[in-house]
C-alpha cells in the first residue's frame, strides 16, 4: 500500500530550528512536496524535490533522499508566524499526491 | 485575480439530501482537484479532472459525481449526503497533473450532515 508517515505534533522555540520528518511508501515515485496549513486556512505550496539532496528557500530548507525514502522539511530561525501544520505529500507513477496527515508545528515564545 | 474560488463556504444538510459544490479557477490551469480533508487524516483525493470534459476517479470516489463542462469550474456532487461525507473540502489546481506542478488550493468548503 501507499503510505505517508510524520509526526503528529512538534514544539519549538521562537528563534530556533525544527526539523520535520516525513517517510514515504508509494507505488512509483514523481517528487515530494510540502506545503504548509494554518489553523482554518487552505494548504500552501512550500517546496518540492524530485533529486537527492537538499533544495534551500530562504528560512525554509527541504531535503530528499530517495533510497531510503525520507524528507525533511528544515525551518530556521523560527517565528511566531510559522505555527501551522506542514503537510508531507509524494507524487505516485499517476501522479497523484499521497498526503501524510500534517505535523502540527507549536512555537513558543 | 482570485485564484480559486469555492461556494458555499459552510453548509448544513440533512440525510438523503443533495448539494453540490462548486470550484471556480482564474489562472486558466488544466488540471481541477477535489478534495476531502478528516481529521487526523491526510488530504485525500475524491476526483480529479485533467481538462475540459474529462473526470478520473481519486482514492475516495465513491458517493460523489463531478463535471468539468467548462474549462474554469470543476462540481462535485452529492447526491444523497451522509454523514460520512461530513468534513472540510479542499478544491485544488495545477498546471498540468505532472508531479513538478505545485497545486493552488481554494479556501475551503466546511459541511455538515445530520
Known amino acids: 500500500g501507499q503510505n505517508i508517515d510524520q509526526p503528529t505534533e512538534m514544539t519549538a522555540t521562537e528563534g530556533a530550528i525544527v526539523q520535520i520528518n516525513c517517510t514515504y511508501q508509494t507505488s512509483g515515485f514523481n517528487g515530494l512536496f510540502w506545503y504548509q496549513q494554518h489553523a482554518g486556512e487552505a494548504p500552501t505550496f512550500l517546496s518540492y524535490?524530485?533529486l537527492d539532496g537538499l533544495e534551500e528557500k530562504g528560512r525554509f530548507s527541504s531535503f530528499l533522499s530517495r533510497s531510503k525514502g525520507y524528507s525533511y522539511l528544515l525551518l530556521k530561525e523560527l517565528q511566531m508566524k510559522d505555527s501551522a501544520s506542514y503537510l508531507c505529500?509524494?507524487?505516485?507513477?499517476?501522479?497523484?499526491?499521497?498526503w501524510g496527515a500534517g505535523t502540527k508545528l507549536i512555537i513558543k515564545p | 485575480n482570485a485564484g480559486v474560488t469555492q461556494t458555499p463556504k459552510f453548509r448544513v444538510l440533512k440525510t438523503g439530501q443533495s448539494m453540490t459544490l462548486q470550484c471556480a479557477q482564474d489562472m486558466n490551469h488544466n488540471s481541477m482537484y477535489w478534495y476531502r480533508q478528516d481529521p487526523g487524516m491526510g488530504l485525500r483525493l475524491i476526483h480529479y479532472s485533467v481538462g475540459e470534459g474529462t473526470t478520473a476517479k481519486g482514492e475516495v470516489p465513491d458517493g460523489y459525481n463531478v463535471s468539468r463542462l467548462k474549462k474554469q469550474n470543476f462540481l462535485l456532487g452529492l447526491e444523497s449526503a451522509a454523514p460520512s461525507q461530513t468534513t472540510e473540502y479542499f478544491c485544488a489546481i495545477s498546471e498540468a497533473m505532472e508531479s513538478y506542478n505545485e497545486q493552488f488550493f481554494g479556501p475551503g468548503t466546511r459541511l455538515t450532515v445530520l
Open positions: 505529500a509524494a507524487s505516485d507513477s499517476n501522479y497523484q499526491l499521497i
Open positions: 524535490n524530485v
